[in-house]
Nanobody
Framework: QVQLVESGGGLVQPGGSLTLSCAAS????????MGWYRQAPGKQRQLVAS???????NYADTVKGRFTISRDNAKNTVYLQMNSLKPEDTAVYYC?????????WGQGTQVTVSS
């Protein structure tokens, strides 16, 4: 089993920045996929950004140029640096990792962008 602990959410004004962190623990062999998803009220959960063990990244079009995903493989931790935040970025952000064909989700952290 893999456990995920997220941190870094909160309330921020439009144009502001936040950094989310997600640390994995438990039985870890090699986590290839690490990603961030978000779910706004009344909407489906969507991929925001992902990164492989080797550092290949993928971003949703809505966050390209504003968000940066990174990971520290030694710490089994993935980060999401969010800049130039907009009200439409408001959502619960979830971390997901995949290992040996199994997916594991974090509990979610609320990000609210409002003046």
């Amino acid at each position: 089993q893999v456990q995920l602990v997220e941190s870094g959410g909160g309330l921020v004004q439009p144009g502001g920045s936040l950094t989310l962190s997600c640390a994995a623990s438990g039985t870890i062999f090699s986590i290839n996929f690490m990603g961030w998803y978000r779910q706004a009220p009344g909407k489906q959960r969507q991929l925001v950004a992902s990164i492989t063990y080797g550092g290949y990244t993928n971003y949703a079009d809505t966050v390209k140029g504003r968000f940066t995903i990174s990971r520290d493989n030694a710490k089994n931790t993935v980060y999401l640096q969010m800049n130039s935040l907009k009200p439409e970025d408001t959502a619960v952000y979830y971390c997901k990792v995949e290992q040996r064909g199994y997916g594991y989700w974090g509990q979610g952290t609320q990000v609210t962008v409002s003046s």
